[in-house]
């Protein structure tokens, strides 16, 4: 049951996120786009971390490795370091 209000919040921020893209043509002034846009930030930001809370440190260490866009370096011996070239 826990589980599935954190998978809910979740859902929620990628939501509130997702409203970002779609508030500039319901045809609103431009302060009242900027408020909501920021409304919808702080709102899609506070609702992910309490999801991540809510759902554990395991779920935590699963997103992260699915964003993990860097490579890690490796140690090549064959690959020439900076004191190498010349």
């Known amino acids: 049951m826990v589980k599935t209000v954190g998978y809910i919040i979740l859902l929620i921020s990628c939501l509130s996120f997702l409203m970002i893209l779609i508030i500039p043509w319901l045809g609103f002034s431009k302060i009242q786009i900027a408020g909501m846009t920021t409304g919808l930030i702080i709102a899609?930001?506070?609702?992910?971390?309490?999801?991540?809370?809510?759902?554990?440190?395991?779920?935590?260490?699963?997103?992260?490795?699915?964003?993990?866009?860097?490579?890690?370096?490796t140690n090549d011996p064959n690959l020439p370091r900076g004191n190498d070239l010349k």
Do not use: C, Q, V
């Not at 506070?46 to 809510?54: E, P």
């Open 44 to 73: 899609g930001e506070i609702l992910f971390y309490l999801s991540l809370f809510i759902l554990g440190r395991s779920f935590y260490y699963k997103i992260k490795s699915k964003l993990k866009f860097w490579k890690t370096k």
